[in-house]
Every structure is written in C-alpha cells, then in structure tokens.
C-alpha cells in the first residue's frame, strides 16, 4: 500500500493531513498490520488540549494495546465515532479511517515530520531485521 | 571487540523455514520464535473463527515430552503427578499437574498412558528444562527410566469440528474409534506409527500428531494437511488464536492461571487432583489448605462497559478497593465480549456479581459469569 504524499507521519507511525489550522489524524497501514486485527479504540474527548509527542489515546488489537501519540499540538475538533462500534475499518483502509480532527497551535510542527518517502525508508528498515 | 553475547539463543521448530515463507509474523515465546499469527489467514480473529466452526492447524513443537518407562513407571507417574494414573487404560490421556511439596504448580500436564509400562507427559515449552530435570530429581527412587524426548518431535495441532474429516484423508487409522483423550498409533502421509492423540488446547475437538522433527518431513506433513483440508477451509493458526480459544474454554495458562505460588484449590482444577490417591507430591499441603480455606479463586468475567481487560490489570470492588488481579484477558472472537479470568476473594466470585477492572486508572464495570466461557456442543 502507498502512503499518501500529502500526508506527514510519525516515527510512532500516526499520520497527519493539515488543511490551514486544521488537521486530520490516523495511524498508518504499517501500523495496523503490525498490530492486526483491531478491536478497541479509544478517543480523547472533542476540546481535549494535544500536545505533540505525548499520548492522546490508545489502540488495542485482539493481543495488544498501543498508544497513540499526537502528531501535532492543538485542540480535538472531532473524533471519528464510527470508530466505536468499527474499529476494524482501521484494518481495511488506515489512511481513510481517521480517528480525530485537530485545530492545529503551531502548523509550522509538522514540518518536523515524515515526508511519505522517509517515512516508507523508516518502516522498510523498521520491519526489515 | 565486543564481548560475546550473553543472551540465550532463540529456539526454532522444524517449521520455522516454512512459517516465514508464508509471511507469518512471529513473537518470542518462553525462548522460542513462533507464529503468531498468519496474515495468509487473515489474522486472528479469523484464524479462531476457522477452529470453532471448521478446522485449524498450529506448530506446537515447542511443547516438551517427557517419557517415563519400566516396570516403576505407574508408581512414578502417580508419585508426581496430582491425577490417578491408574485409571488409565493403555491408549488413554488424561490432563493433570506435577505440582511442588507446597500443593502449588512445577507445570500442567497431559499425561498419556502408552504402554503397560511406559507413560509420555506433554509438557509446557517454557517449562521443559525445569520440568525434565524436577521429573528425574522426584523419581529416583522408582524403577523407571526417565528420557527426555522435547526435541524428537514436531507436534502439529489439527483442531476444530472438521479437523476428524481432513486428519482421516491422510491416515489410515481409523479415527472414529478414537475418543476424547485417547490416544492411537497409525500411518499418518505415509509416515508409520505415528502417536495421534485426540487433545487440544482449544476448547474443540481435533487431535496432536507427532512426527519426526526433521525439517523434510516437518515441512511435509504440514503442507500436505494444508493442502488436504483447503476444501474446508483450514487455516494455518498462531499463538494468538491459541490464547483466545484456551481463554474462551477456561484452559489454565502457566505463568498466569497456574504457577509456583497458585495451588491447586484456588486454580479451581479440584477435578483433576485425586486426593483419594494415598500418595502424591503436593497432597498434604493441599489436606492443609482445604480445611484452611482459599484466599482468592479463579474467576471468569466479561466487560460490561466499554473497555478490555487485559492480563495483570488489577480488579476492584464497586467502591475502587483493590480486590484481585486478571490472569489472563482478551477480546473473545466467537463469543464477541471481552472476557478475562482474574483470581479475587471468593466472596466476590458469585455468579452475577459486579466488579470493576482498573483500565488505565479507570474503574471498567464488569460482571462475574460462569466459565467455561465457551463449551463446544458435544455429539451425542
């Protein structure tokens, strides 16, 4: 599956579209493969104050919970609340499937974040040993 | 120059070539590189679903065998283990647990009877170099001889309602003559006298073989099951499915339902520990401790509220008191809930009985059930 180059992503493998300030966030195809099938996600509330790098959620699969880490710092807008009753439409589409959208504090962060291609080098190394 | 690493090496089956070949994501296992599940299969979720309604294959070569023979082997096996072995008729298994003085776990066991005199306990694989050398210690004083055979075999699960038909395909032994936790010998893809015992860990009916543990033949018997059950559906399963179909049919795990510090009462195994028998390591203690009460028992719940339990997360009372700990918990692909075994005070384990899981420091309402979570429906 090709990431799409209009995103950013993460190193802890979320990734975000910004559109001005705001911005939508999901975790990658990578990232739901490693985890497998998805059960559980848990959403911060829509106000919730972000700050990059910290932990704004988690994700369980049937073995494993994960957390999720903000992309961004900023204020949750609007949680994907299809989520709740299926969290399994993160496993047939990560980069459709969002999981909140996020007025963004600084737009200027996500310069700090994976291009597509870096990104596609850093799980190839990731999952390659 | 670096020091020489220090870290045990990895064990492998004879299957592991085969299993990254087929793309399966592995996971370290008590120190053995497994399957943990087969993107092929399409995950976990359907690798559990293809054993309770149609039929699924594991490697479980990491299990460890341990074979005791001679004309002291009865006395031996009843000696250290907590079932009676003297019930047991040549080709009859039954699950039982070596267990230490104190009545707590050195390890669960299925202990087959073979011969008139030669008995073979399957062991856990985390366990296997504890167990054989606790077996040799304790029964030393019987004449028995005592071989430990963990590495001559490569143990394939074939389990689930359909798992009697695609076995039959490749065998000539005639397999509805074998019952639950019986055991038989027969040519299995042209392999002669191979042990085939109809025991699992799943909570279906299926059977064990056990072959050669030589990469050729392991690979085989692997594909030419694969191959033979395709029509049915079969899939190749992991660890990840094994653990929630044991969960679902409350089959203890070591290290979480049992261990070195858990006995037999508080487990709930009562019916597989013959305390009639006069003699066995553990007994008196366990005398002790049943006139003494239980502390905590082993009991099932499921979420009633939105949330997993999962394994070592704490259990409160309705006021948030810590009461007990989970052993084991997981979403439950068949029964669609999230179930979890925990061990709390009896007097929080009736059936209907409202608990609270700490799931990342929030109290998850959850509901005492009976467990077996899941029991599969049997034939007549």
């Not at chain 2, 299993?19 to 993107?39: A, I, L, S």
């Not at chain 2, 179909?245 to 290290?255: F, G, H, N, S, T």
């Not at chain 2, 009639?276 to 509220?305: S, Y």
Request: charged fraction near 25%.
């Amino acid at each position: 599956m090709s990431y799409p180059p209009d995103f950013k992503y993460t190193k802890q493998h979320e990734w975000i579209k910004a559109d001005g300030d705001s911005a939508t966030v999901g975790i990658t195809n990578y990232a739901q493969e490693s985890l497998g099938d998805i059960v559980f996600v848990e959403t911060p509330k829509v106000g919730a104050e972000l700050t990059a790098g910290k932990a704004f959620g988690t994700v369980e699969s049937v073995k494993a919970v994960s957390d999720l880490y903000a992309p961004a710092s900023g204020t949750v807008t609007e949680v994907n609340g299809e989520l709740a009753t299926a969290p399994e439409k993160i496993n047939k589409d990560a980069h459709s499937a969002w999981i909140m959208k996020i007025k963004l504090k600084n737009p200027g962060e996500l310069n700090s974040l994976l291009s597509a291609a870096d990104y596609e080098k850093f799980v190839a190394e990731e999952g390659g040993h | 120059m670096s020091a020489l690493p220090t870290t045990p090496t990895i064990r492998k089956t004879a299957l592991n070539a085969v299993h990254r070949q087929m793309g399966t994501k592995m996971v370290e296992f008590n120190g053995w590189d497994m399957p943990v599940e087969y993107p092929t299969s399409g995950g976990i979720i359907a690798e559990h679903m293809a054993v309770r309604t149609g039929v699924g294959i594991f490697d479980v070569s990491h299990m460890g065998d341990i074979r005791l023979s001679g004309p002291g082997a009865l006395a031996a096996v009843q000696h250290i283990s907590m079932n009676d072995a003297a019930r047991l008729a040549v080709g009859q298994a039954q699950y039982s647990a070596l267990l230490y003085p104190q009545g707590t776990f050195v390890d669960d066991v299925i202990v087959h009877r073979l011969a008139d005199d030669e008995y073979l306990l399957v062991i856990n694989a985390g366990t296997r170099e504890k167990d054989f050398n606790w077996v040799r210690e304790n029964t030393r004083n019987f004449d028995c001889r005592v071989e430990n055979l963990s590495d001559d075999f490569t143990q394939i699960a074939i389990q689930g309602p359909r798992a009697v038909v695609v076995l039959q395909k490749l065998t000539d032994a005639d397999l509805s003559s074998v019952k639950f936790y019986w055991v038989m010998r027969g040519t299995v893809c042209g392999l002669r006298n191979i042990l085939i015992a109809r025991t699992g860990y799943t909570g279906e009916d299926g059977f064990e073989i056990y072959i050669p543990a030589d990469e050729a033949t392991s690979a085989r018997v692997w594909n030419e099951i694969l191959k033979t059950g395709k029509d049915l559906g079969i899939l190749p399963c992991g660890l990840g499915a094994r653990n929630t179909l044991r969960l679902e049919a409350k089959l203890p795990l070591y290290e979480h339902e049992i261990s070195d510090t858990i006995n037999v009462w508080e487990a709930g195994l009562d019916r597989f520990c013959k305390m009639e028998k006069p003699e066995f390591i553990g007994r008196a203690a366990l005398e002790k401790a049943r006139t003494e009460g239980l502390n905590r028992v082993l009991t099932g719940i499921e979420m009633i509220d939105r949330g997993i339990a999962r394994d070592g997360y704490k259990v409160q009372d309705e006021t948030g008191r810590e009461i007990g700990y989970v052993t084991s918990g997981s979403p439950a692909p068949f029964l669609k809930k999230n179930i979890a075994l925990a061990y709390v005070p009896p007097a929080f384990s009736e059936i209907g009985r409202e608990l609270k899981v700490d799931i990342r420091g929030q109290g998850v309402t959850a509901r005492v059930v009976p467990t077996p979570f899941y029991k599969r429906q049997k034939k007549t």
